[in-house]
């Protein structure tokens, strides 16, 4: 069971480019969510997606863009990579359900990516 | 509005200390969940515990517990004779029900536990 799988792990960026940070899961998860972490900031959500095909903004979604055309994939572009933009990139695939002993719910995490732009 | 407040940014011990890392929560929510998460020097994010809102039970997993009250809206971590592999940076974040997935994170404390 591979989890979360973030691609690719390390990148470095000339201002002005563009990429796609890659993340897919295969718990069947309904909920995919794009977090950086800056330092003393914690984690700040980028964008969220409560299933394919719908996705929305979170705190810091400026400069970039997201999709989920299947449950399992959940790509992060960058259209034009700025110096701010350097970061570390987490990607989280997430549940919640509600059981007898009441509701419950997962977070699951990738192993990051660290973006760079020079 | 949600918010996590993690205010030791930096906490410096020696190895057998005992240590207690504050997390204090805000949200309107009824149902909601909290979270502490490890990060080690190597980076990745390491699930410790998740709390529901409507179970107060304090929880102990061997060296760790956690110490849950919802009337001063806390949910502390403690680490008994802290050991050198402990230090990382340590978040405690906060989710709600039915919400997306999305987590509120703190600022994260630095533990460094010296031998």
């Known amino acids: 069971n591979a989890g979360v799988t973030q691609t690719p792990k390390f990148q470095v960026l000339k201002t002005g480019q563009s990429m796609t940070l890659q993340c897919a899961q295969d718990m069947n998860h309904e909920y995919m969510s794009w977090y950086r972490q800056d330092p003393g900031m914690g984690l700040r959500l980028i964008h969220y997606s409560v299933g394919a095909g719908i996705t929305d903004q979170g705190e810091v979604p400026n400069g970039y863009n997201v999709s989920r055309s299947t449950t399992e994939d959940f790509p992060l572009r960058l259209l034009s990579a700025a110096p701010s933009q350097t970061s570390v990139y987490f990607c989280?695939?997430?549940?919640?359900?509600?059981?007898?002993?009441?509701?419950?719910?997962?977070?699951?995490f990738g192993q990051g990516t660290r973006l760079t732009v020079v | 509005a949600q918010k996590v407040t993690q205010a030791q940014t930096e906490i410096s011990v020696v190895e057998k200390e005992d240590v207690t890392l504050d997390c204090v929560y805000e949200t309107r929510d009824t149902t909601y969940y909290l979270f502490w998460y490890k990060q080690p020097p190597s980076g990745e994010l390491v699930f410790l515990i998740r709390?529901?809102?409507?179970?107060?039970q304090n929880e102990i997993s061997g060296r760790y517990s956690w110490n849950f009250q919802k009337s001063t809206s806390s949910f502390n971590f403690t680490i008994t004779a802290s050991q050198v592999v402990d230090s990382a940076v340590y978040f405690c974040?906060?989710?709600?029900?039915?919400?997306?997935?999305?987590?509120?994170f703190g600022q994260g404390t630095e533990l460094s536990v010296k031998p």
């Open positions: 989280a695939s997430s549940y919640s359900i509600h059981r007898s002993t009441g509701p419950r719910t997962e977070a699951f």
């Open positions: 974040a906060l989710g709600g029900y039915n919400q997306g997935g999305k987590l509120i």
């Open positions: 709390r529901n809102s409507f179970d107060e």
